[in-house]
């Protein structure tokens, strides 16, 4: 595959999946090979929250340029022992808003110890106590996140800056 720039837009597609908690994780991102993309630096992220976590985070929101992406796992195997490698895809307005309103029914049933963002975010304060199940519930009825057609900014091997 040939890319004409790191904002080029993959021809094909490749489902990530895991499972959590939650149920099953599903994510249908751009088909890439790194090496034809921008390795960002971990100091030009900055982490909003973390979808999920496995010694290390799995997905995240993250800000590259001032601009919403999602930070996903890219072709590992999250428990092995290789160094995490991310893709770094941007957001639409409409997949931000969704990200947002997921994360605040997160952080009103199980808490915001996942949050690194200001006050920019809105959403309720954590429960007392939490209630993770009334939370997976609900987000095992979310539709899978079709990032087929977004833009790839760029991969990182490291944790963003908070």
């Keep these: 595959m040939t890319w004409a720039s790191p904002r080029a837009r993959a021809s094909a597609s490749v489902a990530i999946e895991w499972m959590n908690d939650g149920g099953r994780r599903v994510r249908q991102v751009p088909l890439v090979e790194l090496s034809t993309l921008a390795k960002i630096e971990s100091s030009e992220l900055r982490l909003l929250w973390v979808n999920d976590w496995y010694d290390g985070p799995l997905e995240a929101v993250v800000e590259h340029a001032g601009s919403p992406c999602l930070m996903v796992l890219h072709n590992e195997d999250a428990g092995s022992e ?3 490698t991310w893709l770094v895809i941007r957001l639409t307005a409409e997949q931000r808003a969704d990200e947002e309103r997921w994360h605040g029914i997160y952080a ?3 808490g915001d110890h996942w949050c690194f963002h200001d006050a920019a975010v809105e959403h309720p304060p954590p429960p007392v106590p939490p209630r993770p199940d009334d939370f997976f519930a609900q987000h095992r009825q979310r539709p899978p996140l079709d990032m087929r057609n977004n833009v ?9 800056a908070r």
């Excluded at 790839?152 to 963003?160: F, K």
């Design 108 to 110: 009103a049933h199980v």
């Design 152 to 160: 790839v900014v760029g991969w990182a091997d490291e944790m963003p």
């Design 82 to 84: 290789r160094p995490y």
